[in-house]
């Protein structure tokens, strides 16, 4: 069996923010979500300006043997966090999932010896450990039903919390309509954007969303008739976006 020690100083990432960027185009290239970003810089509204510096999250993606417990270690961080800033219902992690390392700013980062960055590495020394390493692969394999975090994932049906909503649909290509979402995203200039208006108390803002019949999307709008288990779906063609109508169907926040 394989084990690697790693002790490691992070940091978190810094972005400055550019003329015509806004909340939601920074989280989307960044791998995070605008409520991140608003509770990571303790922003009050989702106006931003050029040249303010804003902290970014870290991803961490899981490495075979790594554990919750030394992951937090390794960040600095606490087992509860790592559960709160990605939703974990258990401290089950598998291989190449990715983790949102949050607030880095504000814990106590992983010491190191200075100008040095450690790495020890234990390996198996014989063949007759690699044997063993491959047969207890084989009898995960076998296995594998009786461990959920294991499961085959193949199919298509995406996996998170799956709501029963009423979708509705809207369009920017209206008269008095500014095109731009409440979280700054001008959908005139990008109208094959997959964006949903949603109640920020049901769906957070950032969020990514399947939509049956509609594909996955970003929760970047709101609206003043959007309350609950409701949503809009943007369409650009007005004559499209009235076929839709209403409908009752189920989302998974991915």
Not at 127 to 146: L, P, T
Not at 175 to 203: F, H, Q, R
């Amino acid at each position: 069996m394989m084990l690697t020690a790693t002790v490691t100083t992070v940091s978190a990432e810094e972005y400055e923010v550019q003329t015509g960027d806004s909340l939601w185009e920074i989280a989307n290239e960044n791998n995070t979500s605008v409520d991140d970003l608003i509770d990571l810089n303790d922003l009050k509204t989702t106006v931003i300006h050029p040249k303010q510096i804003l902290l970014l999250n870290e991803t961490y993606v899981v490495e075979s043997g790594d554990s919750l417990t030394s992951i937090a270690n390794q960040y600095g961080v606490t087992v509860d966090d790592l559960k709160d800033w990605n939703n974990l219902k258990s401290d089950t992690i598998i291989e190449g999932q990715e983790l949102h390392i949050k607030e880095l700013s504000n814990k106590n980062i992983a010491k190191e010896e200075p100008n040095k960055v450690q790495k020890e590495e234990v390996k198996a020394d014989n063949e007759v450990q690699k044997e063993e390493n491959e047969e207890q692969k084989a009898d995960n394999e076998v296995k594998q039903e009786e461990k959920p975090v294991q499961a085959d994932v193949s199919d298509d049906k995406p996996e998170g919390k799956t709501i029963t909503v009423k979708a509705t649909a809207y369009t920017a290509d209206c008269e008095g309509c500014s095109g731009v979402t409440y979280t700054g995203m001008d959908l005139n200039s990008n109208p094959d954007a997959k964006v949903i208006a949603v109640d920020p108390d049901v769906i957070p803002l950032g969020s990514k969303v399947y939509v049956e019949g509609y594909g996955e999307a970003v929760a970047a709008d709101i609206g003043s008739a959007i309350k609950g288990n409701r949503i809009d779906v943007f369409i650009p063609n007005v004559d499209k976006a009235k076929e839709w109508g209403t409908r009752t169907l189920d989302i998974t926040i991915l």
